[in-house]
């Protein structure tokens, strides 16, 4: 049980203070997204949008569990909307190449 805790809390070692603020104030108003919103002083699918995020970012991070501390960071800041589609893709596309061993080095 001591290995598997251990991997059933990686995931929440990648979230930010933000991110575990919101999620604190998610549980402590019992999961009431009416009530996050009015904590918040924000519109209902504004707090949707961020817990649908934070859903996101956990899921992307659960997924990758073998993956490394580089790709996770990336893989974190897509889910958190500070990477875009085409620059995560090609990022993580370099990061793979590179780590195959199939990375071309460029002398200056």
Not at 12 to 25: N, T, Y
């Amino acid at each position: 049980m001591g290995a598997e805790a251990g991997q059933e809390r990686r995931w929440i070692e990648h979230l930010s203070a933000e991110d575990l603020s919101f999620l604190k104030r998610f549980l402590l108003s019992s999961g009431t997204l009416k009530e996050l919103a009015r904590q918040y002083g924000v519109s209902y699918p504004t707090v949707r949008l961020r817990l649908d995020r934070l859903i996101d970012k956990v899921r992307l991070i659960d997924e990758q569990g073998s993956a490394g501390p580089l790709e996770l960071r990336l893989r974190t800041l897509y889910a958190e909307g500070r990477v875009d589609d085409e620059a995560f893709r090609a990022l993580l596309g370099a990061y793979r190449k590179e780590k195959e061993g199939g990375g071309e080095r460029q002398d200056a």
